[in-house]
Structure formats: structure tokens, C-alpha cells
């Protein structure tokens, strides 16, 4: 089956998928995104998705370049047309397409929009979830607006790169004080020797990534307690237990960090618990 991917209001097949040379986002980054699970044909925490969005857009000073209603319509269509019953959908804006210039291009310049759909096996997430991943600390180079999520991704694509290299699947950066911000492309978080759940505050040197803010609601709903404050390297390794969010992860156990075992080296109980109950808390979209 080809795949097709949205382009600026056209389903292509995926080898014509394309978008201008001069596209901002390819010259100068200067485009938002956001990645979607789909679990069941569904769309998982769509809401919350679109609403940061909405916020990065603002941020950046970028016209939203649909109505959500359209917007909708444009990631079922992407979700159907790839035949995605469970896996991701990802949405792309750019400022769109202009000469290269650093400034701004013309108010009335037609931002850039792709959205593609990716299947992903639930059996081999759950087989990775049984067994957990490593993690691999590295100093955080980014810059002070990482509460937008922009597709300027270079420093998690060299920390990651950095990390496999190592044998493990993530990074977690780490500011200049020795305290973890958050992973390259995920939340972090830990329950320390006494049981306390803990997960760093949100501000704009990390995502509040919507995984992060359902496991939230999830965690009072059960009346378990956080401590949302930040956490240094020494304390995650001898943390009891350490997981990592995002959408494509939910709740991913991590068992090790710079090749130390965390806890019995395997993943954890109060983790194993989250990752199992978090769909409970999210918001399941009609199809
Ligand atoms: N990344 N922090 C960073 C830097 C991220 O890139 C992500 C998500 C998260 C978690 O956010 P959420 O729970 O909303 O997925 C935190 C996506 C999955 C990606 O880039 O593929």
C-alpha cells in the first residue's frame, strides 16, 4: 500500500510528498508540530494536541492556517487513507515558503502544512514496555523556549544518536545546575527510595508534553501523590523506579541511565501500573 501524505490541502502519494526548497522550516526551522497516538482508529488526547499547537503557532507569531473542525477532518483522512489502526499521526506548519531572509516573510504568506500518518505494532511497544529502555545523560544545549515545540530537533537527533551509540534509546538532558530537564523527545520521571512519585515542573526550558499532563489527571484521579519539582542525575540513579512520556511511548519504563541499573534493574511496579491504566485518563476521539 502507498502511503499518502497531506501537502497544503492535497493527499499525495508519498514518493510526490513535497514542499517548497525555500520552505522556512527547511531554512530556518521555523515550524511547529505535533505527534498524535492513534490508538484503535481513534485519535488520543486530540484536544489537548490542538491546543498546544495553538499555542506554539502563537507563540511564534503564526496564523493558524485551518479551523479546527478542519483540522480534524484533515487527521482522520490521514489516519484513514494509511489504513492506521494503531500508531502515530504527525502534523507539521511552517511559516511556509519566501526567498531566504531572516525576517519575517509578507503577512498573507501561506504557511506550510503536512500531515502523515505511520503505523506502529502494539505487540513489539508492549514487548518493548516488558522490558524497558536506557537512558544516556548529556548536557542540555538547548535554547530557553523549549515549552514551544518546534521542529528545531537538532540537539535531540545528536543526543539520541549519542545514546544508541551507547546501546542505549534515549537522552536526557541535563542543565547547567546537574538537574534533568527532560528526555530528547519525552518527559522524564522518577519514584524515589521513599515512593514519591516526581516529575520536574514545567517552565520554558522543557515540553509540557500532554502525555505528562494526562498521567497528571490520571494521578489524581487515583489519589496518588507528585512532587512536580526538578531532579539531579544522582537522584534518578538511585531513584526505585524511572519512566519516561510522550505520545509515541505512553509510559516507557527506564532501566537503566549511563549504564546503571535502576532499582532491580527491571521495570517497575508503580510504572508497570501507569502505563497500564493511562488510556483510562485520556480523551479517545470518535473516529
Ligand atoms: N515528542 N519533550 C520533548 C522534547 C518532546 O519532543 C516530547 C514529544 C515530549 C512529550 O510530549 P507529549 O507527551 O506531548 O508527546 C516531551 C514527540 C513524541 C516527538 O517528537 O516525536
Known amino acids: 500500500m502507498t502511503r499518502i501524505i497531506y501537502v497544503n490541502g492535497r493527499y499525495l502519494p508519498y514518493a510526490q510528498a ?3 526548497a525555500e520552505d522556512r522550516g527547511f531554512q530556518f526551522a521555523d515550524a511547529v508540530y505535533e505527534v ?12 489537548r494536541h490542538m491546543g498546544r499547537l495553538a499555542r506554539s503557532l502563537a507563540e511564534l507569531g503564526m496564523p ?9 477532518r484533515v487527521l482522520r483522512e490521514t489516519i484513514r487513507r494509511n489504513r492506521v489502526t494503531d500508531g502515530l499521526v504527525y502534523l507539521q506548519v ?3 515558503a519566501a526567498p531566504r531572509n531572516f525576517l519575517f516573510p509578507p503577512s498573507g504568506t ?9 503505523s506502529v505494532s502494539p505487540v513489539e511497544q508492549e514487548v518493548a514496555a516488558k522490558v524497558g529502555i536506557g537512558v544516556k545523560t548529556i548536557p542540555d544545549p538547548r535554547w530557553d523556549r523549549c515549552d ?12 539520541k544518536e549519542a545514546a544508541r551509540a551507547e546501546g542505549a534509546t534515549e537522552a536526557w538532558f541535563v542543565d547547567g545546575n546537574g538537574y534533568i530537564t527532560e528526555g530528547a523527545s519525552s518527559n522524564a520521571w522518577i519514584v524515589d527510595g521513599e515512593g514519591h512519585l516526581i516529575t520536574r515542573s514545567t517552565d520554558n526550558r522543557l515540553l509540557r508534553g500532554i502525555t505528562r499532563t494526562t498521567l497528571i489527571d490520571l494521578l489524581r484521579r487515583e489519589g496518588l501523590e507528585l512532587v512536580e519539582r526538578a531532579f539531579t542525575v544522582a537522584e534518578a540513579k538511585a531513584a526505585r523506579e524511572a519512566f519516561v512520556t510522550s505520545a509515541t ?10 549504564g546503571q541499573p535502576i532499582g532491580n534493574g527491571a521495570p517497575g511496579l508503580l510504572t508497570e501500573r501507569l502505563r497500564s491504566e493511562f488510556h483510562g485518563a485520556a480523551e479517545i476521539a470518535a473516529p
Not at 501561506?110 to 505511520?118: D, E, G, N
Not at 514551544?148 to 543526543?159: F, G, H, R, S
Not at 505512553?250 to 549511563?258: G, L, R
Open 94 to 96: 511552517s511559516r511556509g
Open 110 to 118: 501561506r504557511p506550510t502544512v503536512v500531515c502523515l500518518a505511520r
Open 249 to 258: 511511548n505512553i509510559v516507557m519504563p527506564v532501566v537503566k541511565i549511563d
Open 18 to 20: 513535497a514542499v517548497h
Open 64 to 72: 493558524q492556517p485551518m479551523p479546527p473542525g478542519a483540522w480534524s
Open 36 to 47: 498524535c497516538e492513534v490508538k484503535g482508529g481513534r485519535l488520543v488526547d486530540e484536544t
Open 148 to 159: 514551544i515545540k518546534t521542529v528545531m530537533l537538532l540537539p535531540a537527533a545528536l543526543a
